[in-house]
């Protein structure tokens, strides 16, 4: 497989700006005549910039809005306001041929490798299925040649080509998954918890096939995952997500090192950590109570329902996710301090 | 249980590329034939016992209906009075029906319009059914709104009331006529359940991850549901159709009973069970006969379609 | 071949009697259509009052089939308890009649699963279903019963217990579910509690309640408990001891601190280099080769022998005893003692 046309871009360069994308998923009521009560405000306001070559991940807990951000970004949801410039197009307003000739831009791995292939299409067929759609990326005659270099690419037997999903174990199916994705030649591929669904030691494969794969292709990735660990090992960037925030956003040491924002310092003291002597000497914050609805988040910072540190203006004025005192990285906090006994 | 599940397909095929993994499988494969899912069902259809059973069942029926002659050399309509009853002689190895005919060269003589209005009202009704369930399915919102409510109407409407209405006006054509009418009726009347079957199987199907990730690579709907969705909810319209295909045949059993189905001389299963009810205390034959052959049909169909839709799902294979 | 120092032990060399439950050389297979799965296979435990053991292995290891064959709950068919004993002080429930089964379950050994809410009836108010036991196992009334579950969710830490007895299950959040699930597993004041993944399905911030919450009504309740887990992170801050299962069988079985720190067995070791750790920015994960074995064709000798960077001729041939590695370590492994060492490095 040959490097894709991107080899002679520059490294760093911002390939994705995404600019305050909003997604509010409308409540209704009545049956007949359906009146809008309510909105879920699932991604409210979101901004980042992806460079060429990097990982950014993005964590959060569940219902913070990561996933449906991937959705709105491989455009499988249309959002409420909001840009992100892909190649100097606005990819929120692409439509027909456009759109499509985005997409091959950007393409992304699924979290559940058993729902994500089509049961009854071999795996010639799933990965061949990006040629057929796009005619033009190989000529009919190399397709099936090009999805056994693909299968090897991922490390899977170019021989099982007419193979079924089912007949492979989870960590193979993500790796067909990855294979379909690579196909276009994508620089950007959004990996939304690509390893969550898999065992332990399989998860190790398929994040080192990912980096492996980064190197060879010049890829960027956006990386979607609740599991705090394996973003840090993956990543170059990470943004912190609450209630469909960015909360704290910086390179992998600012946040992982220097977080500044409560939620993120919460979250980070709450990893299991298997080592039972560092265990003991950790500091762990206890979060009381549950995420707040979507639907009607707290007034001000969204995160002063759980936080140690609220105050009166945590409820009536919103931090922005700003350059902060304590450290020069973004963080929505009025209050943002490093925390001292942190790691 | 689900523990279980997980490693029991798995081969031991080791990932190359971890660091630790081995050298890795050889990459010197030519191009293989590429396989699609009939190509594969096929395979498998062939080594399938029931398939091969059901489908000379279904074969002989289908002879039976295109050149009854082959069966049997006695003339259904030579019917004499004086043979009322009688038990086997001759050609007539079921004895004579009320009418003083020959048993199972009526029964011979009936499939092909029994299973004329069996097979093709399954057919159309598919058909209808795909398209309708598909569309509804698939687009949803006012899309579906409206279809849905269409099928609650047709749903609603009484089969023999409407069959009455419609058939009526065909009362005085000839016997072809008779039989287009009577698929015609069959098939705008009972489409529903399938419809409704399909439209289900397809809003389940357009949730999962595989099609989202088609339309991630950009593929259009055509594409989506033909490829991706229609593949993956056929199944239980098979298992409906084929049951109705059943129906169907005894539908118009019905509806020759009340005068407006198929008449003499057209000869059918469901006219000539109808009347060996009548005089079931006189004779059983002229009743057990056409029923036997018209269970059997139905059977084969069902088993091919049960044999048909396992071969098309790669999981038990 | 084996080192001097290790002595080989049978399975069953537990002293008699004193443990509560105790897991006897359990093999249980799958009989499926499409072959014999050999699922447990030689799977031997045990558990004391107040103690709490971690039982870690991925998908197929056989961590959950173990459980729901202590617990009576194992679909047969396809499941068979070929042989083995699980001793529940003193008595072997596999021998006992259902009835007696019946009353052991719920009652002296309770089980809570990984998904809170498919395990709860989504038509019944939560109050109603932790109630129901309480009726139709105990003979309380209905205000009696009533009043213990809002105690019972009282001791889960479910705010507002007497205002929230009447929701439904979709009404809570998935931690407070599994709160739920706790509170009904305890209302008949078990002995045994076995969690199955009990906070897999969770966010890590209510991942940390969770456990917190067990611990202290394991300390509380002086329950001894069973945690299934495949996340060593997990379970690290609250068993005394893990075993760590592999292709049915319990490969190593140590204390966490020594486990951690040494692991004796080579899947052991790569299991826990193959995890990233939060602290350490690593260029890249070291992994096991290869894929958990089928279990309907489980290789000779060591089962883990394929994957294994230890592999000798002899790892082919001949199936591994528990090594006895003192401290009350054992690890199925020829190597034992080399791995070991190697680890503590």
């Known amino acids: 497989m040959t490097a894709p046309a991107s080899s002679t871009k520059v490294r760093g360069e911002t390939i994705l700006s995404v600019d305050n994308v909003v997604k509010h998923f409308p409540i209704s009521q009545g049956v007949l005549f359906k009146k809008q009560v309510g909105a879920v405000k699932a991604v409210d306001g979101v901004s980042f910039e992806l460079r060429r070559g990097e990982t950014l991940g993005v964590v959060g807990e569940s219902g913070c809005g990561k996933s449906t951000l991937a959705r709105l970004l491989m455009r499988l949801e249309t959002p409420t306001s909001g840009r992100a410039i892909l190649e100097g197009r606005d990819l929120f307003k692409a439509s027909g041929a456009e759109l499509r000739r985005l997409r091959r831009n950007m393409q992304m791995v699924m979290q559940d490798p058993y729902t994500s292939l089509n049961p009854r299409m071999t795996v010639g067929d799933i990965i061949g299925e990006p040629f057929e759609i796009h005619p033009d990326a190989a000529p009919r005659g190399s397709r099936r040649k090009r999805v056994q270099e693909l299968l090897d690419v991922v490390g899977l037997n170019p021989e099982h080509i007419n193979r079924y999903p089912h007949q492979f174990s989870g960590g193979q199916r993500q790796r067909i998954g990855i294979a379909r994705a690579l196909a276009l030649r994508p620089e950007i591929i959004v990996c939304d918890e690509p390893v969550s669904a898999l065992d332990v030691s399989i998860q190790a494969q398929v994040i080192n096939l990912l980096e492996q794969l980064q190197d060879e292709f010049g890829l960027s990735y956006i990386f979607i995952a609740h599991d705090l660990s394996v973003v840090r090992h993956i990543s170059d960037r990470v943004a912190v997500m609450y209630l469909g925030k960015i909360v704290e956003i910086g390179t992998e040491d600012e946040i992982y090192e220097r977080a500044t924002h409560p939620y993120t310092q919460a979250l980070l003291s709450a990893v299991p950590v298997p080592d039972p002597e560092v265990r003991h000497e950790r500091n762990i914050i206890r979060l009381t109570g549950d995420v707040p609805s979507p639907a009607d988040p707290p007034s001000g910072c969204r995160f002063r329902t759980r936080c140690w540190k609220a105050q009166e203006v945590c409820a009536t004025e919103e931090p922005l996710t700003v350059a902060r005192a304590a450290d020069p990285h973004p963080s929505a906090c009025h209050f943002a301090e490093v925390r001292p006994a942190a790691a | ?317 | 071949m084996t080192n001097s120092t290790v002595q080989p032990t049978p399975a069953s060399a537990t002293p008699e009697g004193g443990h509560l439950l105790e897991v006897r050389d359990l093999y249980v297979e799958f009989r499926t259509s499409e072959g014999v799965a050999k699922v447990i296979n030689g799977v031997s435990y045990h558990l004391d009052a107040g103690e709490t053991l971690a039982v870690l292995g991925e998908s197929g290891s056989g961590k959950s089939v173990t459980a729901q064959a202590i617990m009576g709950i194992l679909d047969s068919p396809p499941a068979h308890v070929r042989s083995g004993q699980i001793l529940y002080q003193g008595h072997d429930l596999l021998t006992q009649p259902e009835e007696q089964r019946r009353q052991v379950r719920g009652k002296e050994i309770a089980m809570i699963f990984q998904d809170a809410l498919s395990a709860l009836n989504p038509v019944f108010p939560v109050g109603w279903q932790i109630s129901e036991t309480l009726r139709t196992r105990e003979g309380m009334s209905r205000a009696d019963a009533r009043r213990r579950a809002i105690e019972l969710m009282d001791l889960v830490k479910i705010p507002a217990a007497e205002r929230r007895i009447g929701d439904y299950p979709h009404q809570f959040s998935g931690g407070m579910r599994q709160r739920v699930m706790i509170a009904m597993a305890l209302a008949l004041n078990p002995k045994v509690l076995i969690a199955d993944e009990p906070t897999t399905a969770l966010d890590v911030t209510v991942q940390a309640q969770i456990m917190d919450l067990l611990a202290d009504l394991r300390r509380d309740l002086g329950m001894a408990m069973i945690l299934i887990t495949h996340d060593l992170g997990v379970v690290a801050g609250v068993a005394d001891r893990i075993a760590v299962m592999y292709a049915g069988r319990i490969v190593e079985h140590a204390d966490v601190r020594s486990l951690y720190r040494a692991p004796a067995h080579p899947y052991t070791k790569g299991l826990l280099e193959s995890i990233p750790r939060l602290d350490v920015r690593g260029q890249e994960l070291a992994t096991i080769r290869g894929l958990p074995p089928n279990l309907m064709r489980i290789p000779s000798g060591c089962p883990f022998h394929p994957r294994c960077p230890y592999v000798q001729q002899v790892c082919v041939d001949v199936v591994p005893h528990d090594l006895v590695l003192g401290d009350g370590r054992t690890s199925a492994c020829h190597f034992a003692q080399e791995v070991r060492d190697d680890s503590a490095r």
């Open chain 2, 1 to 317: 249980m689900s523990d279980f599940e997980t490693v029991a397909s798995s081969e031991n095929q080791a990932a190359r590329r971890g660091p630790s993994g081995e050298p890795g499988a050889p990459n010197q494969v030519g191009v293989q034939k590429p396989r699609s899912l009939a190509g594969d069902a096929w395979r498998d259809l062939r080594r399938n016992p029931i398939f091969w059973i059901s489908l000379v069942l279904v074969t002989v029926v289908t002879l039976m209906a295109i050149v009854p002659g082959l069966f049997t050399a006695n003339d259904p309509q030579d019917c004499v009075l004086s043979r009322q009853n009688a038990g086997p002689s001759g050609g007539a190895i079921f004895g004579y029906d009320f009418q003083g005919c020959d048993t199972y060269a009526r029964a011979v003589y009936g499939s092909r319009a029994s299973l004329l209005v069996g097979a093709l009202s399954a057919l159309f009704t598919g058909v209808i059914a795909l398209v309708v369930g598909m569309l509804a399915g698939y687009f949803g919102g006012w899309v579906d709104a409206v279809l849905s409510r269409v099928i609650d109407i047709v749903l609603g409407i009484p089969l023999l009331l409407a069959a009455i209405v419609l058939l009526k006006r065909v009362s005085t054509a000839g016997p072809n006529a008779r039989i287009t009418a009577v698929i015609f009726v069959l098939a705008v009347l009972g489409w529903t359940t399938a419809a409704r079957v399909v439209r289900s199987s397809v809003i389940t199907a357009k949730e999962q991850d595989y099609v989202a990730a088609a339309r991630m690579l950009g593929a259009g709907n055509g594409r989506i549901m033909w490829r991706h969705i229609l593949p993956n909810s056929l199944a239980p319209a098979i298992v409906v159709l084929t049951i109705a295909l059943g129906t169907f045949i005894a539908a118009e059993a019905t509806l020759s009973f009340l005068g407006i189905g198929l008449k003499a001389p057209t000869i059918s299963w469901g006219q000539d069970i109808d009347t060996g009810r009548i005089h079931m205390r006189e004779s059983s034959t002229p009743l057990i006969v056409p029923s036997a052959f018209l269970a059997l049909t139905v059977l084969a169909f069902i088993m091919l379609g049960d044999a048909i839709r396992d071969a098309f799902d790669p999981k038990l294979r």
